[in-house]
């Protein structure tokens, strides 16, 4: 199981996401340009010390992410989806896709990827914080595979 943060715009946002990644021992790939400098100083101060334990990669562009994953499925957390979190069924080697906080992925990555799938909510709101659905779409991945860290398979 991984973890894919397309261009992401928020250096707050991908701190709480490496924080998550080390809690769960999930690797996490930053598919950039970010909307952000990239640094040590922003990123410890969004993750605290939790980011410097996440195993991270850093890609230069969507080329080179995706030859660095094969063959794992790549699945797209988006609200365009019509698979839900809770009917999908995950696998232990799933790359979890998060698109940009702005503005997603573009429409030629929705094509691309191997599955789309939403996080049901009340019909009123648009969305959640993408560390928030992170957190949310990962524990359900590694509920369904047995990968909870520190639980016997």
């Known amino acids: 199981m991984r973890i894919a943060l397309f261009q992401p715009d928020i250096a707050g946002n991908v701190g709480a996401i490496l924080r998550i990644s080390a ?23 969004a993750g605290m010390d939790y980011a410097a334990k996440a195993i991270l990669a850093r890609h230069a562009d969507w080329s080179e992410f995706r030859g660095s994953i094969a063959p794992s499925r790549l699945v797209l957390m988006t609200t365009k989806a019509s698979v839900s979190l809770t009917s999908f069924e995950f696998r232990p080697d799933d790359v979890l896709l998060m698109g940009s906080e702005s503005q997603g992925v573009p429409a030629e990555i929705h094509q691309l990827v191997d599955a789309r799938v939403y996080i049901p909510m009340r019909p009123e709101f648009r969305s959640l914080n993408i560390a928030v659905s992170t957190g949310i779409a990962l524990a359900e991945a590694l509920r369904q595979t047995n990968q909870f860290p520190g639980e016997d398979a």
């Open 23 to 45: 809690c769960f021992g999930v690797p996490c790939d930053i598919i950039e340009p970010c909307g952000f400098a990239f640094s040590d100083r922003a990123l410890k101060r």
